[in-house]
């Protein structure tokens, strides 16, 4: 059976108008966004892509920038560097996205982060913590202290309990190997000595054998670079071997799920953070509340640098103007100053990139992290 003209017409038409952005979404501004939304880090891509949601949702709300709304695009990058390749030839190729966020760990940040530098894209990471990360181009920025910042800040800390000797057990990665360096030469150059040193895999499971073999150099205190998967099954070993050193640790372990899989293990432990739940400032407790609201969680450290890492964006869309191209926003995020986010006032040193981030102490009793003075 024919089909009429008209008709042909009218399906052509229709078709056009499903396939074409309408003119407001084609005046959408569009940021990138690589993540692990699946794979072992996925928890921490989700956290991510909650903290961002929220963001964008009060900006549109309020009218977006200049009046055109603000879009994320997601991409999984699984937290494996070839993926988060794949992810920036394809961000970079998109010339509608100005500016890009993530990825969480510091190996795809840094991979993606060659291409970002080469074609010239603004890449702001809310936890790449390696070191080198911003030495790849000045087009990279992050939200979280480094542990060149965190090394020194470790080994004071140790000094003030009277431990002269550490063992140092870390995730074999980037970020693992660049927490034991900074630490080991903070913590001997403030005159204590490191007894031990040891990496695993991740995914490891059984910690006894590495747990003994650093403990025959009788440590004082023992340092672990881990996340929470491996951290708590770490801190229950220690128990279960009845090991007595002092147990520190980055602010990787700043989790609930810390306390929760390592249970009464858990009790004891020293660590460093940049953000608390009970903070009392009123912006701290209103994203508490509207995330516990969305998400039926508190939020985490990592989660609350993502929310900043985004407003951090969105404030130097604001200040760029209209002909937004990418090495206006760049030059923007670089001059953030003061910006009063849930984990620390930021801004940006004009040299290094590097942000100022004030760190605090953590101790595990009863169960809850409490907050050092």
């Keep these: ?14 078709v056009a ?49 200049g009046g055109r709304k603000v879009q994320i695009v997601y991409e999984d990058s699984k937290s494996d560097p070839k993926e988060a390749v794949n992810i920036a030839r394809k961000f970079v190729d998109d010339k509608r996205i100005v500016a ?13 982060g060659e291409v970002y530098g080469k074609e010239g894209v603004a890449q702001l990471s809310p936890t790449s ?14 939200n979280v202290s480094t542990m060149v910042q965190e090394g020194p800040f470790i080994a004071k800390w140790l000094g003030e309990t009277g431990s002269k000797s ?91 799920k810390t306390l929760e899989l390592a249970g009464p293990a858990a009790e004891g432990l020293f660590l460093v953070t940049v953000f608390m739940v009970d903070h009392p400032s009123k912006h701290v407790q209103q994203y508490v509340a509207e995330y516990r609201k969305r998400y039926s969680s508190d939020p985490t450290m990592f989660a609350a640098q993502a929310y900043d890492a985004v407003g951090i964006v969105i404030e130097a869309l604001k200040r760029t103007g209209p002909e937004m191209t990418r090495p206006k926003v760049r030059d923007a995020l670089a ?34 992290f409490v907050l050092l003075k």
């Design 166 to 256: 550490l063992a140092i057990i870390a995730v074999q990665n980037d970020w693992g190997l660049s927490a034991t360096r900074e630490v080991q030469k903070s913590f001997e150059a403030a005159g204590g000595k490191v007894t031990a040193m040891e990496a695993f895999n991740p995914g490891t499971r059984d910690f006894k054998a590495i747990l003994t073999k650093v403990m025959q150099g009788k440590p004082e205190a023992i340092y672990l670079a881990v996340f929470y998967e491996e951290g708590a099954l770490l801190l229950q070993q220690a128990r279960q071997l009845n090991i007595q050193s002092k147990l520190f640790s980055t602010a990787s372990l700043h989790h609930q």
């Design 129 to 142: 913590s390696h070191p080198d990360f911003l030495k790849i181009s000045n087009w990279q920025f992050r």
């Design 100 to 112: 890009v966020l993530g990825d969480f760990a510091s190996g795809p940040s840094m991979a993606a």
């Design 335 to 368: 001059d953030t100053s003061g910006y009063p986010g849930v984990t620390g006032t930021t801004t940006f040193d004009k040299a290094t990139r590097e942000p100022d981030k004030q760190l605090s102490r953590l101790h595990v009793e009863n169960g809850k």
């Design 1 to 14: 059976m024919s089909t009429p003209v008209s008709c042909l017409f009218a399906s052509a038409a229709l």
């Design 17 to 65: 108008a499903i396939a074409l952005p309408s003119d407001a979404a084609a005046q959408d501004i569009l940021i990138g966004f690589q993540l692990p939304l699946t794979g072992s880090q996925s928890q921490y891509g989700e956290t991510f892509r909650n903290s961002a949601q929220m963001q964008l949702d009060k900006l549109n709300a309020a009218g977006g920038v």
